[in-house]
């Protein structure tokens, strides 16, 4: 009698472990997940930092500034423009530019406009990030030139973010908020376009 009932106990082992083992597959999945995400978090933490550096680390005269500032100050305002003018009977719950990206994060139909909005500029997520954290960091010490001002100061503003700021990400930004209050719009080069275009104004070495 004892020996048929060992496979019985075996078969219940079997089916034991093989429980444990989905548990532990599961507890497996669920870690690997959570790692993710951490290593996600993480990730968007140091490139947020890294960006406050380079932001805070610019060497700039208080022209160049000025004019940068101009540029950033106008874009951000242009673009609370645009979403109010997509969303009339929130104009008065959506006075600044912040309670617009406040908002857009727990409002379906908010966030909706503003991606719109920010396709129709060429503009990505990322830019607005720079240009906030550019704005937070120099506004209380800028002053915004009018566009004729800039043009007096300087010619080519191109030319003197790409020489003035290295951080690719924040550059990304300035010269798309540049286009935006040029152009309209945001034309992005493509990687081969831009690699062209360091190779022709990089300098020549002898």
Not at 15 to 28: G, I, P
Not at 53 to 68: D, G, Q, R, Y
Not at 160 to 171: F, I
Request: with cysteine.
């Amino acid at each position: 009698m004892a020996k048929n009932r060992i496979p019985g106990k075996i078969d219940n082992k079997l089916q034991a472990l093989e429980a444990q083992f989905k548990e532990l597959d599961l507890t497996k999945d669920n870690l690997t997940e959570k790692f993710e995400n951490h290593s996600k978090t993480l990730a968007s933490q140091a490139a947020q930092a890294e960006l406050w550096t380079a932001v805070l680390a610019l060497k700039l005269t208080s022209m160049e500034l000025n004019i940068l500032y101009s540029y950033v100050l106008e874009v951000l305002v242009f673009l609370h423009t645009r979403v109010l003018e997509k969303l009339p009977a929130l104009v008065k719950s959506l006075p600044t530019l912040t309670s617009v990206l406040r908002r857009k994060a727990k409002n379906k139909h908010i966030r909706q406009v503003w991606e719109s909005v920010l396709q129709d500029c060429g503009l990505q997520e990322g830019d607005i990030t720079a240009l906030c954290t550019f704005f937070i960091a120099h506004g209380n010490k800028a002053e915004h030139y009018s566009a004729t001002a800039r043009q007096m100061y300087i010619r080519d503003v191109t030319l003197m973010v790409t020489d003035v700021v290295k951080h690719q990400a924040l550059q990304d930004a300035l010269l798309s908020a540049v286009q935006v209050i040029e152009k309209g719009k945001v034309v992005r080069a493509s990687r081969e376009q831009k690699s062209s275009l360091k190779e022709l104004i990089a300098p020549v070495k002898n």
